[in-house]
């Protein structure tokens, strides 16, 4: 009977997790648009949410796939953006209404004229948000479902099987790495200080 017990309490100590309160994440937002000039008003409607826009990449063809053609016309751009405000992953839902609701206010009738897809990065993974479930994504409430989209692995980050073409080239990569850095230098001002 003895033997049950030690078990038993070993079995408490060794495998009950502890609930803590997940690290603060980066909010990011993927731009896209057949209007260049409308990338600087979008950036700023943002960043009046999420703070300071820390990082912009360049202007970037967005052409691996023609899935938004017959909406947004030929000839899409795209910008990615990144946020000096750190936000709580759970607030992921309620960003991405606000950005459609952002689309509809660009909108000319009912069609969209930017895209605006939000996520947000930590030290260990590249989420997005979408409406579109499937067997990858995660429900996250509100009718907003979650997708690791990159893992940070060996210094870098990497592609699943179910990446978006765009987001596993090496050049789309790249960028995460380079606001994945900014987030760090964020999370430990904010922990030293």
């Not at 067997?135 to 907003?144: D, F, Q, V």
């Given at each position: 009977m003895a033997l049950i017990t030690?078990?038993?309490?070993?079995?408490?100590?060794?495998?009950?997790?502890?609930?803590?309160t997940p690290e603060p994440?980066?909010?990011?937002?993927?731009?896209f648009t057949s209007d260049e000039g409308?990338?600087?008003?979008?950036?700023?409607?943002?960043?009046?949410?999420?703070g300071l826009c820390i990082y912009a990449s360049s202007v970037l063809l967005f052409n691996h796939t023609d899935y938004y053609t017959t909406e947004m016309g030929q000839n899409?751009?795209?910008?990615?953006f990144a946020f000096a405000e750190l936000i709580k992953p759970s607030k992921l839902p309620s960003l991405k209404h606000w950005s459609n609701s952002l689309e509809q206010d660009w909108a000319v009738s009912s069609k969209r004229r930017v895209n605006i897809d939000v996520g947000y990065i930590s030290l260990g993974k590249l989420v997005l948000a979408t409406t579109k479930n499937h067997?990858?994504?995660?429900?996250?409430?509100?009718?907003?479902y979650g997708e690791v989209t990159l893992r940070f692995v060996r210094g870098h980050f990497e592609p699943w099987l179910w990446t978006y073409p765009d987001y596993a080239s090496p050049e789309y990569r790249k960028f995460f790495d380079e606001i994945r850095e900014l987030h760090r230098q964020k999370l430990r001002s904010k922990f030293i200080h």
């Open positions: 030690t078990t038993v309490a070993v079995r408490k100590g060794c495998f009950m997790g502890k609930i803590k994440v980066t909010p990011i937002a993927s731009v409308l990338f600087e008003p979008v950036r700023q409607i943002l960043s009046e949410r999420l899409l751009k795209r910008r990615f067997s990858h994504r995660l429900y996250l409430g509100e009718g907003i």
